[in-house]
């Protein structure tokens, strides 16, 4: 029986990877950890009976205990750590949003466990840091995104030397056919139909600016310690290829399916295995198109700056999440128009002096710092 943890149980990566579970054989769930959702969470622990639960903050631990008798209730950043060194689980599933995992998942690590990666931040923000962790303790970090799934479901393992050069597929969002003149009027309702995937709204804007897909280059680098040279972005309207690999010899493999994140979650709970597991809609190869394109960096600024970001490392890429973060919120409420959203972000990288090196707490500093400056 292998045993899983989930942060951020209560979350749409976290939901998933429950119902992935409920149809694989052998899989238990040993703890589950979510910010606010008490409510779902006091279901899932009904239906799962983990033997620990994190939550937030410690104001709900007595409404679970009354409920859960010998439910252990850990809290804060500090019981996500400790449930991290712990030895009962194997499967260390990272599905929360933003920083409050960061230290967790490094304790992970160093704790041997393996990690299924669903979290942004921890390769955009810490990745020099974490792969370096990683490395030394001999671990692979098994990613849970689409693409990432899908480059390692084409190298067939990590260590595969054949491998010459990796495409992440982007569906290019819904401003792939429409004018810079265009954009400048987009409203937040025209930024969230989004043509392919079902996600949440932040997400949904940064890959109508393409920082989304630049943060995937980011953490690609990371996974399969590739030069950013050769990672390449293609636009692919019709999201059936999740990503590529080229190989010495010239050929390419890619790997395909339904856009559903159930089969990368469940990939990378069974990995390097495959498993019938949930059933997902059919895929219908007949009478489909493919099409690729090179990415337009005039009309997409912000994939263009996230790369040399990214190749300047330090915290240039803390900096750049967390002034993206700030400006789509500001978008979201409608207080700016949507290419304010890129200028807001290239003026904080203008204005921002890089660390080399960075030290974690330099991170969260640097986090921090640019969330007050324009707040
Ligand atoms: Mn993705």
Redesign the pocket.
């Known amino acids: 029986m292998k045993q899983v943890v989930i942060l951020g149980s209560t979350g749409s990566i976290g939901t998933q990877a429950l119902e992935v579970i409920d149809k694989l054989d052998d899989y238990g769930v040993y703890a589950l950890s979510c910010g606010k959702n008490i409510k779902l969470l006091k279901e899932q622990i009904k239906k799962y009976s983990p033997k620990v639960v994190c939550i937030e903050d410690s104001s709900s631990i007595k409404e679970i205990k009354d409920e859960f008798k010998n439910l252990e209730v850990l809290y804060g950043i500090d019981g996500l750590v400790e449930l991290a060194k712990r030895s009962n689980y194997d499967i260390f599933l990272v599905a929360t949003n933003g920083v409050v995992a960061l230290r967790a998942t490094i304790e992970a690590i160093k704790n041997k466990k393996q990690i299924a990666l669903a979290n942004k931040e921890t390769l955009v923000m810490a990745g020099e840091i974490v792969s370096k962790i990683a490395k030394e303790n001999n671990i692979n970090i098994i990613p849970v ?4 799934s899908a480059v390692l479901q084409c190298l067939g393992d990590f260590d595969n030397k054949f491998s010459k050069r990796l495409y992440l597929t982007a569906s290019g969002g819904p401003f792939l056919n429409n004018s810079r003149k265009d954009m400048e009027k987009f409203s937040a309702s025209d930024a969230l139909k989004h043509p392919r995937w079902n996600m949440g709204k932040k997400i949904t804007i940064d890959c109508s600016t393409l920082v ?1 897909k630049g943060f ?1 280059v980011i953490e690609a680098h990371y996974l399969f310690d590739y030069d950013y040279e050769n990672i390449k972005v293609v636009i692919h309207p019709q999201s059936l290829v999740h990503s590529m690999v080229e190989f010495v010899d010239g050929s390419f493999i890619a790997q395909m399916g339904v856009a559903s994140m159930h089969i990368p979650i469940q990939y990378a709970l069974t990995y390097p295995k495959r498993v019938e597991g949930i059933k997902t809609d059919s895929f219908d190869i007949f009478n489909q198109k493919l099409e690729f394109y090179k990415p337009d960096y005039d009309k997409f600024p912000l994939l263009k700056l996230t790369l040399d970001c990214a190749k300047k490392g330090g915290i240039m890429n803390t900096v750049l999440n967390a002034a993206n973060e700030v400006a789509v919120y500001k978008f979201l409420r409608g207080e700016i128009k949507f290419l304010d959203i890129e200028k807001i972000i290239f003026k904080t990288i203008e204005d921002t002096k890089n660390i080399i090196n960075p030290s974690l707490d330099e991170i969260f500093e640097a986090d921090k710092l640019t969330r007050i400056k324009l707040k």
């Open positions: 995104d689409s693409e990432h989304n995937e």
